[in-house]
């Protein structure tokens, strides 16, 4: 996936993507793209087609491991720190479980410790789901506080489901963040954050979008729409068969209108910026009551997979 | 939910609406509806917005249990004939698993005659999971009809999760008939058919839509747009705050533009009729590999319930 | 199920039962038992038969209802006192996910305050899961205690599974104490406790033994077959097949046999004290690594009914 | 585990053990034991003490690779012949879910030739999950049946979870049969078998014990008592300490008392035959209803292994 188009969405992305502070190298292989940004923070975005083949998922962990290896060091994180997993979501709702399973499929070591049988080689890894609200009744971050009082970790990683800016993004992002966490921001409510400044330790973020709202996905369609129209009008002369091939949405990214085309080819609409476009497809959904979130229907099955990638990658990372 | 406009969606709908067939009563319970037609075979459809608190689910079960007792009834099936129901459907995709689990939690009875444990007064029920073909590479259909041989039902009661032709309808629609089943159909794939005519039982499907295409969000949000915004127009001189209250969705059903108005909205886009709208956005979607089929997030939590109204209810049907 | 032969299994019960204490009524409800001491802290044992049939359920519902109720009430636990719901035990192994299933079917109020719709009637509740130190690496009293501080509940509810002391028991008998729980003690781990003593609030333990070690079976059977040859030969007129009638094990609770009987039938074996014959079994099972930690193959089933029992129950009385 | 005290449980036993025709080779790998028979069908054991960690389930895999491998050779199967695997038991029971689990594990390839993509290279492999009569009403038996008719495979690979004849062998086990599968037989049904006789192509069983009756652990355990006596006494010089290692089981094997010391340790329970001592054992049980089928509390965890092993021999040797 291309990155070219995606700084116009960090109005209400929950990933955040600033093309314009990208310092470091971005690594392409295939469709898979390693970007870097360190404003107010760090951010690590790896992007990929498909992780169900062997293949594939064996690259995506290598850079997923480099990605998490990075992060760590850049927050000064020693091979001997002691580290707490966070799964945040709910595990009994698919596309919001991928904390949970993550944080199931990490291997502990902490309780090694307790018994004696940890050498001193090993570093100690301990893991806590503090659940969603509905489910507990106690905040998530009041509950991820309390236990870090007790744990005392060195660092602390935190694995959340998100909600995707982007249609383009879902299940294929995994973005790995220093700037801390806001358990239940998903939907709306105004909580407080895990950072390092409110803790005091390192707090590392790994997120997967994994959930996309009705709007987004009219928005960004018909937003394809107008780059699908001004591809065509470029390659007129070309037969129109030959665009139905791989890649067609990264030869779109640099497509274009006039105002006028535009105004053509969708009135009114096409001429609002994309704040007034973005208002008001949310008036006619949220109006209806028909903004849903929704998921793709693979979603267990990527879900299996998306955590296992993690979990492997923290594995390999945290007990190399 | 009202029927009003859902006419137009029968180009490529899976829950047949015939309103100008509309010969029986239409019982409206708060929001919830049942339908009938009986245009080449019996539809029974029953729309409701919630079934997630105790008292919505005993009135859609109300309803539910006299929509079955009538297609049974309209198909001549006896008190005491055998049924066999087919849980269509992959257990391990939550949206595609509605089938299963209603088989899951249907009493079975056939194994009691086999022990010699069952009074004379039980109907014979049996029940079969075929399973998807990715996962047995078995066709469903194969499968029930030598299942069919062998238990040799008097009926066949079948379930499964449909694709939805409108977002309004997603988990808030179960539609009875008796036209046969296709399973598979869902994908694409022109596999044969159950019916009666091919089985020479009635065949009943109960179907529920758990899912749709990311095109149906985009043309029916530029649909409800159109309205949404000739309801302003009509009642502009209401303070705009007016229309945020219930059943707004409602109030838009009898809203249209004038094709002028339409233009002015839409441009060229809004001026397409409703094949060349559709076929245009599914070109954008399907060309850039984005024409998702996705599901509510809350579908973990919507197929338990729907489940286990469907089974409640085939429990009180056919052991009544 | 008689109570009367469980005194001397006092050495190394997770059921604390003191015949001798019975102070309080014996409900015999068909083999529905209630029992009462209050011995260094209150004990309800409700024994029951069977819950897999409606009728039964609501009978054992009923009595669990009275029992909770009444240590609430000895415990002085106010009707709006807030409560944490603690559920103890692995969400992955079957027999010991009690607990966590009965977290997750209580229904939560707490976050209806933060959110401002509860009303002033509705008692606050809470719930959390600390899962188990293989999982988690942080010992789960530590976690309770660190959530206590911050729920700060006015009493805890603990549900957790128990290894069984006693062969007939197992899925079978609930047990309700307020002298405060061990978690993990099972395992032999010597834990510290939560009780009204180290947290200074009402700490209310909900125990059902749902598995037994391989030495508990062994220990028992030929306790029963001492009786059961003592039975024969008190009825030894009476046609051998008599006994073949429900209740037997009820008839066999008083039958003993002569210490030269039991020399005659089980040889030096047979003239051991418990200990010593306890100690015996336990040794081979041991040393050839057989003590199994066992459970009903019918877990799954059991776990869900049992589960939704309890849940019901604390639904009713915390909410009435 | 050594196979010395086998032969004697042939009276009720699911695994059919005849050390007198081991007419193979016994290839010892630590405790990995491998044996082979082949009287009236061919018997193919593999025995280990575990799975969980990575090196050991390697050595088993091969094992169980060329186990298979084996018994699929000595029934002339061919490279390209096409297979129906059949996961036979209760996905609702852990304990009973192995072959439901196996068969979801196992690569499917043969709807890849109905849609064209299979190449020539590839078996044809199906599978299909019967389940349980008291979940479907329909026997197991007939439903296979009909269902090889129109799959039309050329083998047939049945698994299933067994109960053990002896404590040392739940979930330590696998046997590979060619002599057909009796679905539900291990519930004293008497149904129709599955074989080559009664379908006319090679149908190779694979067993796992997963679950054992009281009545076999109170026997074994008694058995044992006995060995472990004969070891102390013929040990007696030793330091009592010293039978605390490993493997101590194994020494027990060969161990045994006389009659008169039988007498004096087990009393007329210790002078009787195998048969009758289990009688005993079987009749104090039965009578009170205590006679349970049980399962070792890891059952959860050991149920994933043992499925993923098994599909993964599969995989290995069907597309090998």
Redesign the interface.
Known sequence: MSEINLSKYNLHTDLIIDDNSLEHQDNLVDNLTVTKTNKSGHYITITFDDITDKTNYQKVLKHLNAGISEILKVNKVKKNASCLIVGLGNR?????SLGVKVA?KVT????LY?VGEASQNIR??????P?V???????SV??I???T???KPDFLIAIDALASSN??R?NKTIQLTDTGIHPGSGIGNNRKEISQKSIGIPVIAIGVPT??M??T??Y???D??IK?IAYLKTNECINKLS??KTN??NK?NNQNLSNIDK????????TLNEIDKQS??E???N????N??????????LIEKLSSLIADSLNNVLYN
């Open positions: 009994f709702s698919t596309p919001d199931s502990i070591s902490a309780h307790e100690k890894v301990s893991a806590f789901t659940g609200m509905a489910a507990t009744g106690i905040e009041k509950m506080m309390a236990l009082k007790i744990v249609i383009t879902i959930v996309v009705s709007s996905i009219v960004d369609t018909l394809y729409l699908h665009y139905k067609y949405l779109l105004k053509n080819l969708l009135g009114l609409f096409g008001l497809i008036e006619v959904l109006n209806t009551e028909l849903m979130i929704v998921t793709p229907t693979e979603i267990d099955f």
